[in-house]
């Protein structure tokens, strides 16, 4: 069995990337290891298995790709069992949304922004669907 344990994700700074994943999106802050140098920060969606690694960028190279990480597309297709839920509570927080939600064959889906800009799905697949 094989199973994708963490996705790391380029950040500017570790509060604030938690304050949003967190704060915002109800995220669960599975680790904050302070390592000296650096932090291990990890965030799981709620009910989730897959981490989010929350890695400050170090380098010029890693800052000019924050928010930029899939060249514009969508990267990250983040599932939910209520996707009405979802989408009002992270509008009422102020999430920025490109679009309104859609219905298409697979699911419910609005592709959202991180606090960087990064797009995301935001989906409820259709009974029997998986993305």
Do not use: C
Not at 21 to 48: H, N
Not at 86 to 101: G, L, Y
């Amino acid at each position: 069995m094989s199973r994708l344990g963490a996705v790391s994700l380029l950040v500017r700074d570790y509060d604030e990337a938690i304050a949003f994943y967190v704060g915002k999106l109800g995220f669960d802050l599975t680790a904050d290891i302070d390592q000296g140098r650096k932090r291990w920060v990890t965030v799981t969606p709620k009910g989730g298995d897959t981490d989010l690694v929350l890695a400050k960028a170090t380098t010029p190279e890693q800052v000019a790709r924050i928010g930029d990480q899939a060249g514009g597309r969508v990267w990250l297709f983040l599932e939910t069992d209520d996707f009405a839920r979802d989408h009002a509570a992270w509008t009422a927080a102020s999430v920025v949304f490109r679009e309104a939600p859609r219905h298409e064959p697979y699911g419910v889906v609005a592709v959202f922004e991180d606090l960087y800009g990064n797009a995301w799905d935001l989906i409820e697949p259709a009974k029997g669907e998986t993305v």
